[in-house]
C-alpha cells in the first residue's frame, strides 16, 4: 500500500472505532469472553479447544483498535526516520 491508501485505511477504521455499534459490538464480545473464559463449563478437551480458539478471536478484536494505534505509530516513526536521513 502507499502512503494515501494507507492514510485511508487508518481513517476507515477510526471512523468504525468512534461508531456507537462499534462500542455495541465490544460490549458484545466483552460480555460473550467473560462467559466463554471458563474452563468448568467445557464437557470435554475438544470444547475447551474450541473455547480457547473462540477467545484467540475474541482477544483480536477487542485489541484491534490498539493494534491498529501501534501500526500507525511506527509507521509515523519510519517516516520521521527517513525525513531525517
Given amino acids: 500500500m502507499d502512503k494515501k491508501e494507507l492514510e485511508q485505511y ?8 468512534r461508531s456507537e455499534g462499534w462500542k455495541n459490538y465490544l460490549e458484545d464480545m466483552n460480555n ?15 470444547d475447551l479447544y474450541f473455547r480457547k480458539g473462540q477467545l484467540a478471536v ?3 478484536t477487542l485489541n484491534l483498535e490498539g493494534q491498529i494505534e501501534v501500526m500507525k505509530q511506527q ?8 525525513e531525517v536521513a
Avoid at 32 to 46: G, I
Avoid at 76 to 81: V, W
Fill in 58 to 60: 475474541m482477544a483480536h
Fill in 32 to 46: 460473550s469472553a467473560e462467559v466463554l473464559n471458563s474452563v468448568e463449563a467445557c464437557a470435554d478437551e475438544k
Fill in 10 to 17: 487508518h481513517r476507515s477504521y477510526e471512523e468504525m472505532f
Fill in 75 to 82: 509507521l509515523s516513526e519510519e517516516e520521521d526516520e527517513l
